[in-house]
């Protein structure tokens, strides 16, 4: 009789294999974020322009790419992107594939309705009950400028918040006069996604560790649902001790940090030259 080699299904990496995935999608997330960390320690062009200065820049180009309804414009202003993360020491293909992997899906799921009912000039029929829809050349040419509208915003998040620290970030939120209350929310809410990441990855992997035999469907869902309000009620215990103690250690709700902000000459010319590529962006949109 002749031995075949077929694997047997182990059971317990069956029964192990939501936990595993949950706690690699835990480490992956924690491990991409402390990695973008990393190009803000780089001798790149963005990394040596003081913080206010380049959320000054953002915001200039924000504002422009989301006025333009010109595709030759955010063209060539996603490439002027491109430079910009190479000079600034980013990996391009991070740096690309971060922003087109699901920017496309998102914004053509929402732009997607809207290209089927033009009102004139369609390129062909399709026939819905008793309605004739079809895409036009107009409706595809605002869809795309849609699309890539969004990813140059997105990529310019992307930009700034690869070049620039958190805290740095945060701290020069005060130059353009966020209220305190926001700057403090959003500095408490970055770190206590991480504290947060830690505690769950290490549930899991305590019940892991404490599992022998097979658990029903019902029991894990039960599992799932008390450790999602112990965590919760975990989280709001430690949020009071931990403000109580930032209290006691004379915390008044400023942030600070090591670097000191002082804009040079080069960081004037960095903003200067952002408003005025803003303004050719805008003139050559309205031609083209």
Sequence with gaps: MRRTNTPIPN???????????TISGISGAIEQAVFTQQYTH???????IDPRAKLGMFLVMVITAGLSN???ALACMYLLLLVIAHTSCISLDFFV??????????????????????????MFDLIVGPLHIGPSLATL?????????????VSLAILLILSTSWSDLLKSLQAFRVPQVFILLLSMTYRYIFLFLHMANEMFEA???RTVGRTTGYEQRRWLSGSMGSLMNRSFKMSNE???AMTARGFTGEVRTYNS???????WLALTGTVVIALFISVLGSYF
């Design 11 to 21: 059971k317990k990496e069956k029964q192990f294999g939501w936990i595993d995935q």
């Design 42 to 48: 780089k001798g790149g062009w963005l990394q040596r």
């Design 70 to 72: 010109s595709l030759l």
């Design 97 to 122: 594939r971060r922003v087109w992997l699901g920017i496309p899906f998102f914004a053509g799921v929402v732009i997607l309705p809207s290209i089927f009912f033009a009102p004139s000039g369609r």
């Design 141 to 153: 040419l605002g869809a795309a400028v849609f699309v890539i509208r969004v990813g140059v915003s």
């Design 207 to 209: 019940r892991k560790s």
């Design 242 to 244: 931990v403000y109580a």
């Design 261 to 267: 902000f002082q804009m040079t000459v080069h960081d």
